[in-house]
C-alpha cells in the first residue's frame, strides 16, 4: 500500500523541510504574478545568468518548486527562479535552508516546463509525480524524491484546479508530507512519551484542506484517520489509559466515516486495543473491568465482521475476540 511504503522509506530529517503553505491561501508573492505565467520544471534545471550554457550558473530548481516565466527566446526561457520560497515566518522551513533555495532571476533550459496553460499539464504533472512516489518507495531512492512527488502533486491542484485528478492529487501531496513528518517525529526521544501533547504534532494544516475542500469524499475519510496519529500515545507502557483511549477514537471514527476506505481497519484496531486492556487488567487483577472489557471486545468484533465481512480485518478481529474469550492474553507474553 503507498502508505506502507511511504513509512520505510530510507529519507533523512532533510526531507521534512516542506514549505507550509497550502492551497487557497493567497501567498505574498503571488501578487503581480500572471497566474498563466507559474509554472515548474519536471527536473532538475540549471538557472544561468544569461541564455548561454557557458554563462555563469545562479541557482537551481528542482521538480515541484516553482518559476514565474518572464520571457521566451528558444530555446531558453528567462525565469524568476524558486518563487514558491515564502518570506512570511509560516512557511520557512523548520530546520536548514536546504529546501528553501533563494529566488533568483535567469535562464533555464526550455524543455520540461508545465504550468497552467500547457496542454494536458495536469496529467503531466501528476503522472511525473506518480513516478516519483514510486521510486520514492524503493531500495536505493534516489534522493529528494518524495518531496519532489508531494510538490508536483501540489501543483496539480494550484494549476490545475478544476481537473478531475485534482482530489487525488491534493490528498497524495497531503498523504507524503504526513508520512515523511510521522517517520521523522517516530526518532525522536518523545516519540516514546505516553502522553501524545509531549512529542510533536504532525502539521494538520493540509489534511484539513482535504477535509474542508472535499466533504463527504473518500480523501476526507482518509486524511480524518491520518490525523488519529496526533492523538495516539507513544508508548502504553503496560497501562490501560492509553489503548481504551485510542479504542474510542477508532471506534468513533468508524462510526463517522462508516464508508470510508479505513473503516474496516479502524474498527479492528478499536477491537485489538479493547482486547489488550483485557490482558492488562487481568494482570491488574480487576476483574470486573477484565469482564467488561471481554464483553466490549466480542460486541466490536461482531460488529467488525457484521459491516465488513470480506476484509481480512474481520478475520482477524475474530481470532482476536476467541483468544479473548480462550483465556489468551493478547499483550505481552502469551504462553501459559
Same mark, same amino acid.
Given at each position: 500500500?503507498?502508505? $506502507?511504503r ?27 504574478? $500572471? ?5 515548474t520544471v ?6 544561468y545568468?544569461?541564455? $548561454? ?12 518548486h516553482?518559476?514565474?516565466?518572464? =520571457? ?10 524558486n518563487?514558491d520560497?515564502q ?16 529566488p533568483?532571476?535567469?535562464w533555464?533550459?526550455?524543455?520540461g ?6 496542454p ?9 509525480a506518480?513516478?516519483?512516489? $514510486? ?5 536505493n531512492?534516489?534522493?529528494d ?7 508536483l !502533486? ?11 485528478l ?9 498523504d ?41 469524499t473518500? &480523501?476526507?475519510?482518509?486524511?480524518? !484517520? ?16 492509553c489503548? =481504551?483511549?485510542?479504542? =474510542? ?9 462508516p464508508?470510508?476506505p ?9 477491537? &485489538?486495543r ?5 490482558t492488562?487488567?487481568?494482570?491488574q =487483577? ?10 466490549k471486545?466480542?460486541t466490536l ?6 459491516? !465488513?465481512?470480506q476484509t481480512?480485518?474481520?478475520?482477524r478481529?475474530?481470532?482476536?475476540? !476467541? ?9 505481552g507474553?502469551?504462553?501459559?
Amino acid at each position: 500500500m503507498r502508505n $506502507d511504503r511511504l513509512l520505510w522509506m530510507g529519507l533523512g530529517a532533510a526531507l521534512l523541510l516542506l514549505p507550509s503553505t497550502v492551497w487557497g491561501q493567497k501567498r505574498k508573492n503571488d501578487a503581480g504574478y $500572471d497566474r498563466a505565467a507559474r509554472a515548474t520544471v519536471l527536473h532538475d534545471a540549471n538557472v544561468y545568468v544569461s541564455s $548561454d550554457a557557458d554563462s555563469q550558473r545562479v541557482s537551481m530548481v528542482a521538480p515541484g518548486h516553482e518559476v514565474v516565466v518572464v =520571457e521566451r527566446s528558444a530555446p531558453w526561457v528567462k525565469v524568476f527562479a524558486n518563487t514558491d520560497v515564502q518570506e512570511d515566518p509560516e512557511d520557512k522551513p523548520e530546520f536548514g535552508d536546504d529546501a528553501a533555495p533563494t529566488p533568483s532571476s535567469g535562464w533555464i533550459r526550455d524543455k520540461g516546463v508545465v504550468g497552467p496553460t500547457t496542454p494536458q499539464g495536469d496529467l503531466i504533472l501528476y503522472g511525473a509525480a506518480a513516478n516519483l512516489e $514510486d521510486a520514492a518507495s524503493r531500495p536505493n531512492a534516489p534522493k529528494d524524491a518524495a518531496v519532489e512527488a508531494q510538490l508536483l !502533486y501540489r501543483r496539480v491542484v494550484d494549476y490545475f484546479p478544476q481537473s478531475s485528478l485534482a482530489s487525488e492529487a491534493a490528498w497524495r501531496s497531503a498523504d507524503i508530507r504526513w508520512q515523511l513528518a510521522k517517520r521523522d517525529i517516530s526518532t525522536l526521544p518523545s516519540a516514546k512519551e505516553q502522553d501524545p501533547i509531549l512529542r510533536p504534532a504532525i502539521f494538520e494544516g493540509e489534511m484539513k484542506k482535504i477535509l474542508k475542500n472535499y466533504p463527504g469524499t473518500k &480523501y476526507a475519510a482518509m486524511a480524518a !484517520y491520518e490525523m488519529l496519529d496526533n492523538k495516539l500515545c507513544g508508548d502504553w507502557q503496560g497501562l490501560p489509559k492509553c489503548p =481504551e483511549k485510542e479504542a =474510542e477514537l477508532y471506534e468513533k471514527y468508524a462510526r463517522q466515516f462508516p464508508d470510508g476506505p479505513r473503516a474496516a481497519e479502524a474498527l479492528y484496531n478499536a477491537v &485489538y486495543r479493547t482486547a489488550v486492556t483485557v490482558t492488562m487488567y487481568t494482570v491488574q =487483577e480487576d476483574k470486573k473491568k477484565a469482564d467488561s472489557a471481554t464483553a466490549k471486545t466480542q460486541t466490536l468484533a461482531a460488529d467488525l465482521k457484521a459491516k !465488513y465481512p470480506q476484509t481480512d480485518y474481520a478475520a482477524r478481529g475474530a481470532s482476536i475476540a !476467541y483468544k479473548v474469550q480462550q483465556g489468551i492474553s493478547i499483550y505481552g507474553n502469551d504462553r501459559d
